[in-house]
């Protein structure tokens, strides 16, 4: 038997991040979209961006014995709106990763979420993705955009959902940057192709990235779809809670909503398309301290056996609010 912790979403604050305060209010010049977004964090999302610290020792106090644990992405609350490229968010980053890689040391694997690579403000445009942000991930965080580890019939893959959906991220992206970051995406595909290629018949897929909005290019990829009934299991984070999940689900197909920023513009872009995720099988680990309005967060466990079928595979997800799972 093999046991997978994945947490995820963590956004842990360093001081130099906290002291910003208020700091997405301030990007906001409209009284009424300022007022929404203050609604929005105080009754769904986060009231306190900064105040979800003591989750990530919480985690690592109830781990127990682990094969692998596996860090899907968002280790900074990104008040910079460019990632770890932003000074104050690298030192949350680093925290966050230090007492990660401090309790479980090389059974840990860290993967990218959007965060970590830079993020428009939600309704003042602000910020996006930088090339400075990647290299301190992959360089002095250590963070993976792929990996692979065999264990038994099961090939578990990770791989960077902001490479693979890039064409989302265009407007995240300044002008100048995006060749470098096209070429960037094309050689993580070539990986990908060729650890796809290399799965046989016989073995069972299990699929890690952080945001879902990959998936549908993932659902175009010839390579991909001739192995769909393989995949037992697509784990994402970035949704942060179950209430969201069901949202996505029930929110599948609908029209792009215009005119309410750029952060709702690409979520409803995303939920146009959510219809594909299906034959993923997608399992969403939450935030571990989960969202104002559903405080039910966690982390993901995944016991793997030998077996021929998706029976060898259990995932549930443990609660950090109590000892049961949720």
């Known amino acids: 038997m093999t046991r997978i912790l994945i947490i995820t979403d963590v956004h842990y ?3 130099a991040e906290r002291l910003r305060g208020d700091y997405e209010s301030r990007t906001v010049s409209n009284p009424s979209l300022r007022f929404l977004l203050k609604q929005y964090r105080n009754f769904l999302w986060r009231r306190d961006t900064f105040g979800w610290n ?3 020792d919480r985690f690592i106090s109830r781990a127990g014995d682990a094969d692998w644990v596996i860090g899907n992405g968002d280790y900074c609350c990104d008040s910079g709106f460019v990632g770890v490229a932003d000074d104050p968010s690298m030192c949350s980053a680093q925290a966050c990763l230090g007492k990660l ?3 479980f040391g090389d059974k840990f694997i860290g993967m990218m979420g959007d965060h970590d690579l830079g993020k428009k403000s939600m309704f003042g445009g602000f910020g996006g993705m930088r090339l400075k942000s990647w290299e301190r991930c992959t360089g002095s965080l250590g963070l993976k955009a792929f990996f692979r580890l065999d264990i038994e019939q099961h090939v578990l893959v990770g791989m960077n959902s902001t490479l693979i959906g890039l064409p989302e991220f265009v407007p995240d992206c300044p002008p100048e940057e ?5 070429a960037l995406r094309e050689k993580h595909l070539d990986t990908l192709r060729d650890a796809f290629e290399s799965i046989g018949r016989k073995q069972r897929i299990i699929l890690f990235l952080h945001d879902p909005t990959a998936i549908p290019y993932l659902a175009n990829i010839p390579w991909v779809r001739s192995k769909l009934c393989q995949i037992d299991a697509t784990i994402i984070g970035h949704l ?4 969201i999940m069901q949202m996505s689900r029930l929110l599948a197909g609908m029209p792009k909503i215009q ?7 690409k979520m409803s872009t995303a939920l146009q398309k959510a219809r594909e995720w299906k034959p993923f099988n997608v399992k969403l680990v939450p935030a571990p301290g989960g969202i104002e309005v ?4 966690g982390f993901g466990e995944l016991i793997l056996r030998s077996s021929d079928t998706s029976s060898g595979m259990h995932f549930q997800i443990k609660s950090l609010v109590s000892e049961q799972g949720l």
């Open 13 to 15: 604050a360093s001081e």
């Open 54 to 56: 003591h989750y990530c």
């Open 101 to 103: 890689q401090h309790a």
């Open 178 to 182: 995006y060749e470098t970051w096209n």
């Open 240 to 243: 942060h809670s179950p209430l």
């Open 259 to 265: 005119g309410m920023g750029h952060t709702a513009l």
């Open 294 to 297: 559903w405080k039910k967060g």
